[in-house]
């Protein structure tokens, strides 16, 4: 049974789920009734930091321009343009037990592409969530529903994997700001 988590809260995955390994982040969301003319396009990223919070190269920013870090352990899904449908927009898979040493933690951003151009916001958008999946099992094990009004924001971090005292935690983060993808790019050192 999935736990459910409030923006901040924290659990283990490790602790409670001995020999788990490879899990799936599931990303979703709805665009509210927007008039604006353009479509919507959400993307998540995914950033992989060191102990210093910034990403040890380039490489370590995985999106659906660059689908997988260097080791191959964190794996984008790819692009979903439209967001239709139920479940998951965007999954990236994740062996917990390859990501390198000095990684400490894998974040997961959304970010809506070409949004200032496009006047489109996370106020416009409904039913964000982040979700970890048991790959080995199918079983949902941690669920955070992104509840908050993000309503100038155009970034968002929904949440991050990190390794602490040898396990694997999850942390719902559920922070925006604005200044989209190129913004969270510089905030976690990748060059742009």
């Given at each position: 049974?999935?736990?459910?988590?409030?923006?901040?809260?924290?659990?283990?995955?490790?602790?409670?789920?001995?020999?788990?390994?490879?899990?799936?982040?599931?990303?979703?969301?709805?665009?509210?009734r927007?008039?604006?003319?353009?479509?919507?396009?959400?993307?998540?990223?995914?950033?992989?930091?060191?102990?210093?919070?910034?990403?040890?190269?380039?490489?370590?920013?995985?999106?659906?321009?660059?689908v997988?870090?260097?080791?191959?352990a964190?794996i984008?899904?790819?692009?979903?343009?439209?967001?239709?449908?139920?479940?998951?927009?965007?999954?990236?898979?994740?062996d917990?037990?390859?990501?390198p040493a000095?990684?400490?933690?894998?974040?997961?951003v959304?970010?809506?592409?070409?949004?200032?151009?496009?006047?489109?916001?996370?106020?416009?958008?409904?039913?964000?969530?982040?979700?970890?999946?048991d790959?080995?099992?199918g079983?949902?094990?941690?669920?955070?529903?992104?509840?908050?009004?993000?309503?100038?924001?155009t970034?968002?971090?929904?949440g991050?994997?990190?390794?602490?005292?040898g396990?694997?935690?999850?942390?719902a983060?559920?922070?925006?700001?604005?200044?989209?993808?190129?913004?969270?790019c510089?905030?976690?050192?990748?060059?742009?």
């Amino acid at each position: 049974m999935a736990v459910n988590l409030k923006k901040g809260e924290k659990v283990s995955l490790t602790k409670s789920n001995p020999g788990l390994r490879k899990v799936c982040v599931g990303l979703g969301w709805d665009t509210n009734r927007y008039d604006g003319g353009d479509d919507f396009d959400l993307d998540a990223s995914v950033f992989l930091l060191g102990v210093n919070g910034k990403v040890p190269s380039d490489a370590n920013f995985v999106f659906y321009g660059n689908v997988s870090d260097p080791s191959g352990a964190v794996i984008h899904s790819g692009d979903n343009r439209t967001g239709a449908g139920e479940g998951d927009d965007e999954q990236v898979r994740v062996d917990l037990q390859a990501i390198p040493a000095g990684i400490e933690r894998v974040v997961f951003v959304i970010t809506i592409y070409e949004a200032e151009a496009r006047r489109q916001n996370f106020g416009q958008v409904s039913n964000a969530f982040i979700r970890v999946v048991d790959e080995a099992t199918g079983a949902e094990l941690v669920r955070y529903d992104l509840e908050e009004d993000f309503s100038i924001e155009t970034a968002l971090v929904a949440g991050e994997l990190y390794r602490h005292n040898g396990e694997w935690k999850f942390n719902a983060v559920g922070s925006g700001f604005q200044g989209g993808l190129e913004a969270a790019c510089r905030h976690y050192g990748v060059n742009v």
